[in-house]
């Protein structure tokens, strides 16, 4: 029996430079949209706070507009940065998109803050915080998302016995280990941190027990992909993600730029190596060129689903290339290609 590779979407809901955030999330209705007609199993959305070109902050917020224009797919969060929210005011906002949006509401959750250190202290974080009590802020989240236990003081309303299916994200090893160990699907974060996804899937699958959530392992890659007509045209449109990189190196706005013919002329000293270090799992190319990396990423992870990343700077250039990964996903028979290389 065929089993088509599971595509998402995640989106930073990008800007252009002068652009208004209203524009930007307009754009990303209209591709949730796209992306529901052309059967991409769920829309995600970042969480990032005080990087100028990203729009994507108030994350609970977008979540609800998305699920709100769109009819079937699973909207959420890729992810809520829990160490940033009492587990108490996630669960009360998951619990009310579960109750607007009724079995369509994902809440993938991760530990790192999202910003830099100034930007913690205005979120009320503690400084000090190393991301170790995470596995505690979980547990109390579950708490208020599963069902009531006998004496229990402080509810979720909305939330409580809503069972909102949690995701844990991660970019190295911690949060692998922990969603293996609490049985839950792991979500790794490729498009940004290649160098760790071996290690990550091999220590998820380690310490993985089957629990009510899962019997079995349940692996998603988040990474970046651009399909176009040629490979020529996709990498000339991947120079939009790479002038993000190089100028979030550079501490720079990160808004989207028009591509260019070559990144030659814009690198300086080890910017050319430290971006290609971030972005070396990119899939960029033709949709046979798509294809083959598909394949060779989900041979090599075992990945159950591949989450997309695709930021260019034309909105058609984004909705083409989404267009051109879904189809070529089709093509990819899931479970007869693993053959988990970690």
């Not at 009360?92 to 999202?114: H, S």
Request: aromatic share 6%; proline share 6%.
């Amino acid at each position: 029996m065929r089993n088509e590779l599971a595509v998402s979407v995640l989106d930073l809901v990008g800007m252009r430079a002068g652009e208004s955030a209203g524009s930007a999330i307009a754009r990303s209705v209209d591709l949730a949209r796209h992306a529901e007609r052309l059967g991409y199993k769920r829309y995600w959305l970042a969480e990032h706070h005080s990087i100028s070109g990203l729009a994507c902050s108030a994350t609970p917020v977008l979540i609800g507009h998305v699920a709100a224009a769109t009819k079937t797919i699973r909207v959420g969060s890729g992810g809520v940065m829990l160490p940033n929210h009492a587990p108490l005011v996630v669960a009360e906002q998951f619990g009310t998109l579960e109750a607007l949006y009724p079995g369509r509401i994902d809440l993938g959750l991760g530990r790192a803050p999202g910003g830099d250190f100034r930007t913690m202290r205005a979120l009320r974080r503690d400084l000090g915080q190393s991301g170790e009590d995470f596995p505690a802020l979980l547990a109390e989240l579950r708490t208020y998302l599963g069902p009531e236990k006998p004496g229990q003081a402080v509810k979720a309303i909305p939330g409580q016995g809503s069972n909102v299916p949690i995701t844990l994200l991660g970019s190295s090893g911690f949060s692998a280990q922990l969603a293996g160990m609490q049985g839950l699907p792991f979500a790794f974060a490729a498009h940004f941190a290649p160098e760790y996804l071996y290690a990550a899937a091999q220590l998820y699958r380690e310490h993985f027990r089957p629990s009510e959530v899962l019997r079995k392992p349940y692996l998603m890659v988040a990474v970046q992909v651009i399909a176009a007509e040629t490979d020529v045209a996709a990498r000339r449109l991947f120079t939009t993600p790479q002038q993000r990189f190089l100028r979030l190196i550079r501490d720079q706005p990160v808004e989207l730029l028009p591509p260019v013919d070559s990144m030659e002329p814009l690198w300086q000293d080890g910017e050319r190596a430290a971006v290609e270090n971030k972005l070396r799992a990119a899939i960029v190319g033709s949709e046979a060129t798509v294809k083959a990396g598909l394949e060779k990423l989900v041979g090599e992870t075992g990945a159950d689903e591949v989450i997309v990343v695709t930021d260019t700077y034309e909105h058609a250039d984004r909705l083409q290339s989404y267009q051109r990964v879904v189809g070529t996903a089709a093509m990819i028979d899931g479970k007869s290609i693993i053959s988990v290389g970690v």
